[in-house]
């Protein structure tokens, strides 16, 4: 996808703008605005007919098209709406371009939008045109434009080339997360992971089967091993800022299709557990844009990578093993996978340097019970962190709800016979997962996204389009993008 900015001064001369499609943002209202004065002139009066009639009323992510029959330089007007100007932000800007994404006709759009905006078009247009039909035997013709032209006043180039470059890690996401398990295995993944990872210039290692466990990654080891097709753990390094020690470490889950194991999922919602890599594909797909705009800092990336099948040599509920960094965990839920696969990547990547750590996964359901679908959950052990990593998310748009962290709830991974365990039953069950992942991040600075809420769509909106989100991409970029800073 090509963008760039055509630097316009005034609004005036927006009607010899050459393009299949103008789109044009504005706030609600009842009449044209002086910048419309010269287009509304251009169309023979169009514009205030339209307000007149109150087809055309700026009300938040309307769009009302224009054909300009040769009245001006492009093919076609959209007009879409962002709204009371009061509200307006970043995120109000991103919701309207994603939905007018999906009406623009054309391989060539051309956006007029305040400088201070242009991201948000960019992030809007690109996620909100997403499409995943790759698996027809006749392939749907693709209708996406080519290209996205940003007018504007302003010299935003560089803010527009990083929004692309985050808007297609969020389409990477999208695209992994809603790929079918068999097409996308723990070895596939960690295959697509070197290709992908190389060609951003990151440096990516993988281990397999039986590096996991001459490591001693035996809670990854054990969700993995019921499967014909063996676990791997990926690393993705990336050197930015090669004076400094700190490093950014991004844990994600990629459980490429879960089973529940022996305490075995129902058949209702089955089908969905493709999408339990969410996590990994979101930290491959913010890892590759951290290269990719070569931003000033140290970051190391883990996917862990596991099927959790049901078999003869699958571990079983209460099953105890040594985690790598060598705390022993009673394994008495084996659809309680999650957290033990992220233990050990946690684990590795402290081991790897990481001196701030982020995990992102499709923990728990009962994260949709605490907050429904309209924010992700935090959790952390260091206040500040979380907050960090809280500030960087709403600068996304992506809502993450910080959960208690109260000492009390340490009982909640106490075992009898073991040094954790790795289900509290429905006690507090979305921060015992957050309390259970912190342990294996001893004393460093940690917070674990628990997204299974928000990691799927049911219904296209703003820019948000059903089936897979890659919530959490752009969120755990902004976190890179700010300690870079």
Same mark, same amino acid.
């Given at each position: 996808?090509? /963008?760039?900015?055509?630097?316009?001064?005034?609004? &005036?001369?927006?009607?010899?703008?050459?393009?299949?499609?103008?789109?044009?943002?504005?706030?609600?209202?009842?009449?044209?605005?002086?910048?419309?004065?010269?287009?509304?002139?251009?169309?023979?009066?169009?514009?205030?007919?339209?307000?007149?009639?109150?087809?055309?009323? @700026?009300?938040?992510?309307?769009?009302?098209?224009?054909?300009?029959?040769?009245?001006?330089?492009?093919? $076609?007007?959209?007009?879409?709406?962002?709204?009371?100007?009061?509200?307006?932000?970043?995120?109000?800007?991103?919701?309207?371009?994603?939905?007018? &994404?999906?009406?623009?006709?054309?391989? $060539?759009?051309?956006?007029?939008?305040?400088?201070?905006?242009?991201?948000?078009?960019?992030?809007?247009?690109?996620?909100?045109?997403?499409?995943? $039909?790759?698996?027809?035997?006749?392939?749907?013709?693709?209708?996406?434009?080519?290209?996205?032209?940003?007018?504007?006043?302003?010299?935003? =180039?560089?803010? /527009?080339?990083?929004?692309?470059?985050?808007?297609?890690?969020?389409?990477?996401?999208?695209?992994?997360? #809603?790929?079918?398990?068999?097409?996308?295995?723990?070895?596939?993944?960690?295959?697509?992971?070197?290709?992908?990872?190389?060609?951003?210039?990151?440096?990516?290692?993988?281990?397999?089967?039986?590096? %996991?466990?001459?490591?001693?990654?035996?809670?990854?080891?054990?969700?993995?091993?019921?499967?014909?097709?063996?676990?791997? %753990?990926?690393? %993705?390094?990336?050197?930015?800022?090669?004076?400094? =020690?700190?490093?950014?470490?991004?844990?994600?889950?990629? /459980?490429?299709?879960?089973?529940?194991?022996?305490?075995?999922?129902?058949?209702?919602?089955?089908?969905?557990?493709?999408?339990?890599? @969410?996590? *990994?594909?979101?930290?491959?797909?913010?890892?590759?844009?951290?290269? =990719?705009?070569?931003?000033?800092?140290?970051?190391?990336?883990?996917?862990?990578?596991?099927? #959790?099948?049901?078999?003869?040599?699958?571990?079983?509920?209460?099953?105890?093993?040594?985690?790598?960094?060598?705390?022993?965990?009673?394994?008495?839920?084996?659809?309680?996978?999650?957290?033990?696969?992220?233990?050990?990547?946690? *684990?590795?990547?402290?081991?790897?340097?990481?001196?701030?750590?982020?995990?992102?996964?499709?923990?728990?359901?009962?994260?949709? /019970?605490?907050?429904?679908?309209?924010?992700?959950?935090?959790?952390?052990?260091?206040?500040?962190?979380?907050?960090?990593?809280?500030?960087?998310?709403?600068?996304?748009?992506?809502?993450?709800?910080?959960?208690?962290?109260?000492?009390?709830?340490?009982?909640?991974?106490?075992?009898?016979?073991?040094?954790?365990?790795?289900?509290?039953?429905?006690?507090?069950?979305?921060?015992?997962?957050?309390?259970?992942?912190? *342990?294996?991040?001893?004393?460093?600075?940690?917070?674990?996204?628990?997204?299974?809420?928000?990691?799927?769509?049911?219904?296209?909106?703003?820019?948000?389009?059903?089936?897979?989100?890659?919530?959490?991409?752009?969120?755990?970029?902004?976190?890179?993008?700010?300690? *870079?800073?």
């Amino acid at each position: 996808m090509n /963008v760039f900015v055509h630097k316009e001064d005034q609004y &005036s001369k927006l009607s010899t703008v050459s393009a299949d499609s103008l789109v044009l943002f504005y706030h609600e209202r009842k009449e044209i605005s002086e910048g419309m004065t010269a287009l509304d002139q251009a169309l023979g009066g169009e514009l205030t007919a339209l307000f007149a009639e109150e087809e055309a009323t @700026g009300k938040a992510n309307s769009v009302v098209h224009v054909r300009s029959n040769g009245r001006i330089a492009a093919k $076609h007007l959209y007009l879409v709406g962002l709204g009371k100007k009061d509200d307006l932000n970043a995120e109000v800007v991103r919701k309207a371009a994603g939905t007018a &994404s999906r009406s623009v006709l054309g391989d $060539h759009v051309a956006a007029a939008t305040p400088a201070e905006y242009a991201a948000a078009v960019t992030e809007g247009f690109l996620m909100g045109r997403y499409a995943y $039909h790759n698996h027809k035997s006749e392939p749907e013709a693709d209708k996406r434009f080519t290209t996205l032209a940003i007018v504007t006043p302003g010299d935003v =180039q560089a803010e /527009v080339e990083a929004a692309r470059i985050d808007a297609e890690a969020v389409n990477l996401a999208r695209d992994l997360t #809603n790929m079918p398990a068999n097409l996308l295995d723990p070895v596939i993944f960690a295959d697509k992971s070197v290709e992908l990872g190389t060609a951003a210039g990151l440096e990516v290692e993988v281990l397999d089967e039986v590096k %996991l466990q001459e490591l001693g990654m035996n809670l990854l080891w054990s969700v993995g091993k019921g499967s014909e097709i063996p676990p791997r %753990l990926v690393v %993705l390094r990336y050197s930015g800022a090669p004076e400094s =020690q700190e490093v950014l470490g991004l844990v994600g889950k990629g /459980v490429t299709f879960d089973t529940g194991g022996y305490i075995l999922k129902p058949e209702n919602g089955m089908g969905d557990m493709k999408t339990d890599m @969410g996590g *990994a594909a979101c930290v491959l797909g913010a890892m590759r844009a951290i290269a =990719q705009r070569g931003l000033k800092l140290n970051a190391i990336g883990i996917l862990v990578l596991a099927e #959790n099948m049901v078999s003869g040599s699958a571990f079983k509920p209460g099953d105890v093993a040594v985690a790598f960094n060598g705390k022993t965990v009673e394994m008495i839920d084996t659809d309680c996978e999650g957290r033990l696969v992220l233990a050990d990547g946690i *684990a590795y990547v402290k081991h790897l340097g990481a001196t701030k750590i982020v995990d992102t996964a499709t923990l728990t359901g009962a994260v949709t /019970v605490v907050l429904g679908n309209e924010a992700a959950s935090l959790y952390g052990n260091d206040d500040a962190w979380v907050e960090e990593v809280k500030q960087a998310g709403a600068e996304a748009g992506e809502r993450l709800f910080p959960l208690p962290n109260y000492p009390e709830y340490q009982k909640l991974i106490e075992s009898s016979i073991a040094d954790y365990i790795n289900y509290s039953y429905r006690n507090a069950a979305s921060i015992a997962g957050g309390v259970f992942l912190a *342990a294996f991040a001893d004393g460093v600075p940690f917070v674990h996204i628990d997204m299974a809420n928000v990691s799927k769509a049911k219904k296209t909106n703003g820019y948000i389009v059903e089936e897979a989100t890659g919530f959490s991409t752009r969120s755990l970029i902004k976190v890179a993008e700010r300690l *870079a800073k």
